[in-house]
């Protein structure tokens, strides 16, 4: 049973505007949860994330909120720009500090377009 | 500062025959994780290391084994390939939740 989901296996944005990536997950013990892009060839390197306690984090471009009761996350760019085009996987983590390792989305290819 | 490095990036075996992955981190984290990565898939964790001499199993941790003798490296081990085992593989470590990523093995088993 997937305990992390993004539903969208691909995503497709005007250069500019904004792309919001969704995620769901199920287990309730989750606490702390990151997004990763990922380029082809490449390994995911970390983007932003988001603690269980707070709603909502920004650096820069990239916002993530999260809807606890919902259990939903989602990651917000804006303005879109060509080196965004990637694969973006959304992870969460159970209570520890991330000593047992991260449980991954299947992630969603974002292509922005010119 | 290199970061996580794997070795090797590429390898094709054929079934049956077995291989070592390394990977390698000089940011003195105490955990360390191995992955796998198959088309349409995220990544599944196979075994993982809360500090040295240390392991433990993930989601998928069957058909490979794993040893943590010195802190910075963490080796994955196939004793017997099965073309089910054909897949890209990523090293990560971490200190709290945040992982860095070694940049993959392409391992192909035929």
């Known amino acids: 049973d997937q305990q992390v989901k993004q539903n969208s296996p691909s995503l497709s944005v005007q250069e500019g505007r904004i792309s919001i990536l969704n995620c769901d997950y199920t287990n309730s013990m989750f606490d702390y949860f990151l997004w990763y892009k990922k380029y082809p060839a490449e390994g995911p390197t970390f983007l932003i994330s988001?603690?269980?306690?707070?709603d909502k984090n920004e650096d820069g471009r990239f916002t993530v909120f999260l809807n606890k009761s919902a259990k939903h996350l989602s990651l917000h760019i804006v303005p879109s720009q060509p080196g965004d085009s990637a694969v973006y996987f959304c992870?969460?983590?159970?209570?520890?500090?991330?000593?047992?390792?991260?449980?991954f989305g299947k992630g969603t290819h974002l292509i922005i377009q010119p | 500062n290199a970061g996580v490095t794997q070795t090797p990036k590429f390898r094709v075996l054929k079934t049956g025959q077995s291989m070592t992955l390394l990977c390698a981190q000089d940011m003195n984290h105490e955990y360390m994780y191995w992955y796998r990565q198959d088309p349409g898939m995220g990544l599944r964790l196979i075994h993982y290391?809360?500090?040295?001499?240390?392991?433990a199993k993930g989601e998928v941790p069957d058909g490979y084994n794993v040893s943590r003798l010195k802190k910075q490296n963490f080796l994955l081990g196939l004793e017997s390939a099965a073309p089910s085992q054909t897949s890209v593989y990523f090293c990560?470590?971490?200190?709290?939740?945040?992982?860095?990523f070694g940049p993959g093995t392409r391992l192909t088993v035929l």
């Open positions: 990560a470590s971490s200190q709290v939740y945040e992982q860095f």
């Open positions: 290391s809360v500090g040295e001499g240390t392991t």
């Open positions: 992870a969460a983590s159970v209570k520890g500090g991330g000593a047992d390792g991260l449980t």
């Open positions: 988001i603690s269980s306690i707070k």
